[in-house]
């Protein structure tokens, strides 16, 4: 990718950035080489990439966006894991600012980045434990995350094996391709936006939930591996769905997602709908609002909100360039609120804030039967 | 309702208020999305903030913000 788009060095203002590329510049690529879809498709690869550290906002304000902002290809997962990089090459990268060099080092600089996200795709192969089921939706996305961390690996290999003179159109390999493919699979299933449609995603929902079932009675739970401190799994790449009647307390869960920039797709829902047996399925509480993301179905507005913090932080990107390490995390810190939540609000929220969410299921009609089993069960997941 | 949220809720809420921005100090955090949003109800649907001035300023402030706009669409 380094070779494919425009790095150079770029002024704001006062303030020169040097070696940057610009974020729609990089899915345009992304697309015009098949390595996604849509634009779309290429920014959930290309806020995985930030997320893993290969890609950096160059005030690491922002995740990959399909807009005029800049972004520098890093390093910095590398002086732990791989060590391939001498420190004299990575500053001429920093102070020289023709493209010939810049995009040399960039290039040695993917090689190594190869070699971490094969080792990432070679774990994450091993960690899934679906069910012998290959017809399940459980075992879709599992295989899909196996397949997009494989066509992440081979993406950056061809970036690094390419010679930098010929940025020619490449070819798509044949699991880049079978990965698509699923990916098309499961959009289908799941991007359900109108009323018909969510019948389809109930049946989905419902073969997961069955799948899964049965995967916890005979093998182990999935356990996404962790590396350098960043959990891998489908999620990465998953765009997060929400079930939201607009005006109801889902509005909560969706402004917390557009405060923190998550990649969001949202299926409106009308309160007659609740009590459906296509949308029990998919939360049994007939209640919004209600989550999936990746393979992870999420309900009870306060459960998503945390899973929403939990996954904000893993994108490292947002948080790295504004504290210093070692340092407490600043109070402009998203992390705070559950904190800040668990000490000082849970002692009034019995008088204050629970007197009006009462009220507020009143208002709407709803909420007012509950699983509890199911609900603490959620939280439990986040 | 109106003396409950008049007597409990609102001396809670200006108490971690005070002359701060946010509830959180001066800076916005998770926290006001979810403390927020049951004032805009408590506001828009029952008219609560009426005798609350501070709070009214603090929700009118969350109301400002770009993500509020777009996540309650015509609720405003």
């Known amino acids: ?382 | 309702m109106t003396t409950w949220f008049n007597h409990v809720v609102a001396p809670v809420l200006q108490q971690h208020l005070g002359d701060s921005e946010y509830i959180n100090g001066p800076n916005f955090t998770a926290t006001d999305v979810y403390v927020g949003f049951s004032l805009f109800v408590a506001e828009t649907q029952l008219g609560l903030l009426q005798t609350h001035k501070q709070l009214k300023a603090y929700l009118y402030r969350l109301m400002a913000r770009p993500a509020f706009q777009a996540a309650l669409k015509g609720w405003q």
């Open chain 1, 1 to 382: 990718m380094a070779t494919g788009i425009s790095v150079k060095d770029r002024r704001y203002f006062l303030t020169v950035y040097n070696n940057c590329f610009v974020g729609s510049d990089a899915v345009t690529w992304l697309v015009q080489n098949t390595h996604a879809q849509s634009r779309k498709e290429a920014v959930l690869l290309g806020r995985a990439m930030v997320k893993w550290g290969f890609i950096r906002h160059v005030e690491g304000d922002h995740t990959l966006k399909d807009m005029t902002l800049w972004y520098h290809f890093t390093n910095k997962k590398l002086g732990a894991s791989a060590a391939g990089i001498s420190p004299t090459e990575t500053a001429s990268t920093a102070n020289n600012g023709s493209n010939s060099s810049s995009t040399a080092s960039l290039s040695s600089i993917s090689t190594s980045n190869l070699n971490t996200v094969r080792s990432r795709a070679s774990m994450v192969s091993f960690a899934p434990s679906s069910s012998s089921n290959s017809a399940s939706l459980n075992n879709l996305s599992s295989s899909l995350s196996m397949s997009n961390l494989a066509s992440l690996a081979s993406m950056a290999a061809r970036s690094a094996s390419q010679p930098i003179q010929t940025p020619a159109r490449m070819t798509p390999s044949a699991e880049v391709v079978s990965s698509y493919r699923a990916l098309a699979q499961v959009g289908a299933m799941q991007q359900s936006k109108s009323t018909n449609d969510l019948h389809a995603a109930a049946a989905g929902a419902a073969a997961s939930a069955s799948a899964s079932a049965s995967a916890s009675a005979s093998t182990p739970r999935f356990v996404p591996p962790v590396i350098g401190g960043v959990t891998a799994t489908s999620r990465d790449i998953a765009p997060f769905l929400l079930w939201h009647i607009p005006g109801s307390r889902s509005s909560r869960v969706l402004w917390l997602a557009y405060e923190l920039d998550v990649a969001v797709e949202v299926t409106p829902m009308k309160p007659e709908h609740l009590k459906r047996p296509e949308y029990l399925a998919i939360n049994p509480n007939g209640s919004v609002p209600a989550a999936r993301h990746g393979d992870l179905p999420l309900w009870e507005g306060g459960a998503i909100m945390e899973y929403l913090l939990k996954f904000a932080a893993l994108d490292t990107a947002k948080f790295e360039s504004k504290s210093t390490p070692g340092a407490p995390p600043s109070p402009a810190s998203p992390l705070q609120p559950p904190e800040w939540t668990q000490v000082n609000w849970a002692r009034h929220q019995m008088y204050s804030y629970w007197s009006i969410v009462t009220l507020d299921e009143k208002l709407f009609g709803f909420g007012s039967s509950r699983l509890t089993n199911s609900t603490s069960a959620s939280y439990a997941l986040v």
